[in-house]
C-alpha cells in the first residue's frame, strides 16, 4: 500500500495536439497501452481521480471533467479538476507521460508532505537540463485554491493563462530526474515514436501488453510466458508458422474450459468429472395417465387371431321420435322419418311400363 493515500488526482487530458496534427494524444497507444492509461497506472490509490477534457475510455473508473471554455488552458482544466477534489494534497500530471513511474509519484508526494518551516506549498519535477515541470507535481490544495483565486482576481478569468504566474505564486520544492525519463512528454510524431523504440528495447513491452489485455477481459492469473512462447516457436518451426497462433489458442481455450468445469463442480461433486458423464435428467411432474385395461382370454382378436386391446367408444344418447334435441350435443333438431319438409320440391318420377312405351 501506498505511505500517501489521502490525495486526489488531476489529470490534463485537453489540449488540440496542433504538433500531432489534431490527433488524440491521450489516447495514442505506446507500448499496447494508451497514453493516459499509462499515467492512470502510477496513481492507482489515489482517492479520486479526474481526468479534464474530452470523454475518453479508461483503465479503470475515472471523475470526467471539461474546463469552461474547452481548450482553455491549463489553468483552466486545473481549477475545473480541483472543483472534484476534496483531498488535502492533489497531484497533478499531464496525460503524455509514457515514463512516469509510481516511485517518482511517491517521491513527489513525500516531498509536497514533509514538514518544514514554513512548510513546503508543494513540489514539482526537474529535468537534467534545469527545467520546472509543472504539469508532474504535487500540491498541496489549499494554496492551490488560494493562489487560482488570486489569478482569476487580477486577469479576471483563467482562459488562456500560463502556468508560469501559478508557480511564482506558491513555495516549491524541486525533485530532480536526472535522466529526464519521468519528465519525458510527447509532443510531436517524433517523441511518440521515441518512446515507442525506447519501450521496445528495453523489453517490458511485452509483459505491460499482457497486463494490459488481462485488465482488459478482466481475468487475474499467472502466465508463464516463456512457456508459452516455447510452443509457439515449436508449432511454427515444426508445423506451420499459422500453427503458432492456433496452439496457444486452443491451449488457453483448454485451460479456460477446465477451469469453467472446476468451479462448476466445487460444493457438488469432491471427485473430477469424467469426459461424456451426464446428469440424470430431472422428471417433469405432469398429468398421470389412466392404465391400459387387461387383455384376457375373452378380449376381441385381429386378423391374425392375437388379442387386440378394445376401444373406448363414447356413447351418444339418440333422441327420440318427437323430442327437440338429445342429452347431448349436437343440438339441431331431429324431425320424425316421416315427416315432408316443407320447402321440399316433388321430384319427378321416371316414367316406366306403357308410359315409357307411349312415349
Same mark, same amino acid.
Given at each position: 500500500?501506498?505511505?500517501?493515500?489521502?490525495?486526489?488526482?488531476?489529470?490534463?487530458?485537453?489540449?488540440?495536439?496542433?504538433?500531432?496534427?489534431?490527433?488524440? #494524444?491521450?489516447?495514442?497507444?505506446?507500448?499496447?497501452?494508451?497514453?493516459?492509461?499509462? $499515467?492512470?497506472?502510477?496513481?492507482?490509490?489515489?482517492?479520486?481521480?479526474?481526468?479534464?477534457?474530452?470523454?475518453?475510455?479508461?483503465?479503470? *473508473?475515472?471523475?470526467?471533467?471539461?474546463? @469552461?471554455?474547452?481548450?482553455?488552458?491549463?489553468?483552466?482544466?486545473?481549477?475545473?479538476? %480541483?472543483?472534484? +477534489?476534496?483531498?488535502? +494534497?492533489?497531484?497533478? %500530471?499531464?496525460?503524455?507521460?509514457?515514463?512516469?513511474?509510481?516511485?517518482? $509519484?511517491?517521491?513527489?508526494?513525500?516531498?509536497?508532505? =514533509?514538514?518544514?518551516?514554513?512548510?513546503?506549498?508543494?513540489?514539482?519535477?526537474?529535468?537534467?537540463?534545469?527545467?520546472?515541470?509543472?504539469?508532474?507535481?504535487?500540491?498541496?490544495?489549499?494554496?492551490?485554491?488560494?493562489?487560482? @483565486?488570486?489569478?482569476?482576481?487580477?486577469?479576471?478569468?483563467?482562459?488562456?493563462?500560463?502556468?508560469?504566474?501559478?508557480?511564482?505564486?506558491?513555495?516549491?520544492?524541486?525533485?530532480?530526474?536526472?535522466?529526464? +525519463?519521468?519528465?519525458?512528454?510527447?509532443?510531436?510524431?517524433?517523441?511518440?515514436?521515441?518512446?515507442?523504440?525506447?519501450?521496445?528495447?528495453?523489453?517490458?513491452?511485452?509483459?505491460?501488453?499482457?497486463?494490459?489485455? #488481462?485488465?482488459?477481459?478482466?481475468?487475474?492469473?499467472?502466465?508463464?510466458?516463456?512457456?508459452?512462447?516455447?510452443?509457439?516457436?515449436?508449432?511454427?518451426?515444426?508445423?506451420?508458422?499459422?500453427?503458432?497462433?492456433?496452439?496457444?489458442?486452443?491451449?488457453?481455450? =483448454?485451460?479456460?474450459?477446465?477451469?469453467?468445469?472446476?468451479?462448476?463442480?466445487?460444493?457438488?461433486?469432491?471427485?473430477?468429472?469424467?469426459?461424456?458423464?451426464?446428469?440424470?435428467?430431472? #422428471?417433469? *411432474?405432469?398429468?398421470?395417465?389412466?392404465?391400459?385395461?387387461?387383455?384376457?382370454?375373452?378380449?376381441?382378436?385381429?386378423?391374425?387371431?392375437?388379442?387386440?386391446?378394445?376401444?373406448?367408444?363414447?356413447?351418444?344418447?339418440?333422441?327420440?321420435?318427437?323430442?327437440?334435441?338429445?342429452?347431448?350435443? *349436437?343440438?339441431?333438431?331431429?324431425?320424425? *322419418?316421416?315427416?315432408?319438409?316443407?320447402?321440399?320440391?316433388?321430384?319427378?318420377?321416371?316414367?316406366?311400363?306403357?308410359?315409357?312405351?307411349?312415349?
Amino acid at each position: 500500500m501506498s505511505e500517501h493515500p489521502d490525495y486526489d488526482a488531476i489529470v490534463l487530458a485537453g489540449g488540440a495536439a496542433r504538433r500531432l496534427g489534431g490527433a488524440d #494524444k491521450p489516447a495514442l497507444p505506446v507500448g499496447g497501452r494508451a497514453l493516459l492509461d499509462r $499515467v492512470l497506472a502510477t496513481c492507482p490509490d489515489a482517492a479520486a481521480t479526474v481526468v479534464v477534457g474530452p470523454a475518453r475510455p479508461t483503465a479503470r *473508473p475515472v471523475v470526467q471533467a471539461l474546463e @469552461d471554455p474547452p481548450g482553455g488552458g491549463p489553468l483552466a482544466a486545473l481549477d475545473a479538476g %480541483l472543483r472534484h +477534489t476534496t483531498a488535502p +494534497t492533489v497531484l497533478v %500530471l499531464s496525460a503524455d507521460l509514457p515514463f512516469l513511474t509510481a516511485g517518482t $509519484v511517491r517521491a513527489l508526494l513525500e516531498a509536497a508532505t =514533509a514538514g518544514g518551516d514554513p512548510p513546503p506549498e508543494g513540489a514539482l519535477l526537474r529535468d537534467a537540463e534545469g527545467r520546472d515541470q509543472p504539469l508532474v507535481a504535487a500540491y498541496r490544495t489549499a494554496p492551490l485554491r488560494r493562489a487560482l @483565486d488570486r489569478l482569476r482576481s487580477v486577469h479576471g478569468a483563467l482562459t488562456g493563462l500560463p502556468l508560469r504566474p501559478l508557480l511564482s505564486a506558491l513555495a516549491l520544492v524541486r525533485v530532480p530526474d536526472a535522466t529526464s +525519463t519521468a519528465s519525458f512528454d510527447c509532443d510531436t510524431w517524433e517523441d511518440i515514436g521515441t518512446a515507442r523504440a525506447r519501450i521496445r528495447e528495453h523489453g517490458h513491452v511485452l509483459d505491460e501488453w499482457i497486463t494490459a489485455v #488481462k485488465a482488459e477481459l478482466g481475468i487475474d492469473l499467472d502466465v508463464d510466458t516463456a512457456a508459452l512462447l516455447d510452443l509457439a516457436r515449436d508449432a511454427a518451426h515444426g508445423v506451420a508458422r499459422p500453427a503458432a497462433p492456433l496452439t496457444t489458442f486452443l491451449v488457453g481455450y =483448454a485451460a479456460g474450459r477446465q477451469e469453467a468445469t472446476w468451479r462448476s463442480c466445487r460444493g457438488r461433486s469432491p471427485r473430477w468429472p469424467t469426459a461424456g458423464r451426464r446428469r440424470p435428467r430431472p #422428471k417433469r *411432474p405432469g398429468r398421470r395417465r389412466r392404465p391400459a385395461p387387461r387383455l384376457t382370454k375373452r378380449s376381441p382378436r385381429n386378423d391374425r387371431g392375437r388379442a387386440r386391446r378394445p376401444v373406448r367408444r363414447r356413447v351418444r344418447r339418440r333422441a327420440r321420435p318427437g323430442q327437440r334435441h338429445s342429452a347431448g350435443p *349436437p343440438t339441431h333438431r331431429i324431425r320424425r *322419418p316421416d315427416a315432408r319438409r316443407r320447402d321440399a320440391r316433388p321430384v319427378p318420377r321416371r316414367p316406366r311400363g306403357i308410359a315409357a312405351a307411349r312415349r
